[in-house]
C-alpha cells in the first residue's frame, strides 16, 4: 500500500500545473486532480493539534515504527488535529519521496479518526503547489504554508501567493511566524485571503496577545468560523481564553492529554482550571526552546521513551548536554519523570 502511494505521489509530480484562477471571493472552479480525497476531508476542529515530530534512526534514517507509535499514542491522548511534516518534523530536510512515505504511513493509522494538517510551505511556489498536490493525492484534510521566508515579499504578494495555493481545493491554515522567516503577515491581509473559501485559519506563532483582539474585530462576521490558533505555547493558555481556537503545539508531543484537557479548558471559558492545568506545563513550555525546535522536545522525547533516538537531520544537531538538567527539570514538573 505505501509502495503505491508513493508511486503515486511521485507520478503527480511530472504532471504541469494547470494555471491558477485569480482571486475572487465566490466559490472557486478549480479541480482537483486525481488521486484526490476531497469526499474524504473532514475539517479542523477547535482544540489540541500536535506539531509532530519525526522520529529518526541513530544514521538519520525514518524510524517507521517509531512514528506509528507516536501517531497511535496521540490518538489515544486525545489530541484534535494532527500537525504533520512542519518545522518541528524537520521537513525541510525530507525529499518529496521521504514527505509521502511519512504521510502514507500517517493517513493509514490516522485518516479519518483526526484531522490531518499538513505543511506544505517553503521560498518557491512551485515547490508549494507540488507539495500540497501531494498531500491532497495521499489523503490531507488541510494544508499550514507559511508565508515565504527570508525573501520578504509585500503583503500584495502575500495575498497572491497564498491565493494560488488555496485555489488548489485543500484548506489552508495560513502560519505567521515572523521570528523564522523575517516577515509578518499583517492583519488587514489575513481579513483579506480570509474571503477565500479554502482559506479557514491562522497559525499564530507572534507570540503578540494584541494582535488576536485586533484580528477578531477586523474579521467580524467572520470570525466564528475562522480558525485562530496560537502557535507559541508560552501564551497558548491566555490565546484561548481571549477567544482563541485552539493551539499547534510543540509541547503536546510529550503531554498531548494535559495539553487537550487545557486546551478544552480554555475553549470552555474556565480560567481557574487553564491556569491549575498550566501551570505544571510551563517549564515544558519554555525549557523545550532552550535550543533550536525540535532539538530540545526529541532529546525529552527519548529521556520519556516516546522514541529511540534523539537525533537532528543537519543543520540541526543533537541537544547541548549542558542543557540536560533544566530539560528534565521540565519533565518532572510535567509529571513526567
Sequence with gaps: MRTFFVFLALLREAVAFAPQSAFSTARSDTRLFEGTNSNDMIPLKKGSTVALITPFTDDGKIDFPGLEKLVDSHLQGGTDNLCVLGTTAEAAVMTMDERAQVLTTIVNIAK????????????????????????????????????????????????????????????????????????????????????????????????????????????????????????????TDDFVLQGGDGCISVTANLVPRQM???????????????????APLVPLHNNLFCESNPIPTKWAAKRIGLINSAYCRPPLCEMDPKFAGMVEDALRSGSLL
Design 112 to 235: 479519518g479518526k483526526v484531522p490531518l494538517l499538513v505543511g506544505t510551505g517553503t521560498i518557491n511556489p512551485d515547490s508549494v503547489k507540488a507539495m500540497t498536490q501531494q498531500a491532497i493525492d495521499l489523503g490531507a484534510d488541510s494544508s499550514l504554508i507559511v508565508n515565504p521566508y527570508y525573501v520578504k515579499p509585500p503583503q500584495r504578494a502575500l495575498i497572491t501567493h497564498f491565493t494560488q495555493m488555496a485555489d488548489l481545493g485543500l484548506p489552508v491554515i495560513l502560519y505567521n511566524v515572523p521570528g523564522r522567516t523575517g516577515s509578518s503577515i499583517a492583519d488587514e491581509t489575513i481579513v483579506t485571503l480570509s474571503e477565500h473559501e479554502n482559506i479557514v485559519g491562522i497559525k499564530d506563532a507572534t507570540g503578540d496577545l494584541s494582535r488576536l483582539a485586533s484580528l477578531k474585530k477586523l474579521l467580524g462576521e467572520r470570525d466564528a468560523d475562522f480558525l485562530k490558533y496560537s502557535g507559541d505555547d508560552g501564551t
Design 260 to 278: 487537550r484537557e487545557m486546551i478544552h479548558a480554555g475553549l470552555a471559558g474556565d480560567t481557574d482550571a487553564v491556569k491549575r492545568l498550566n
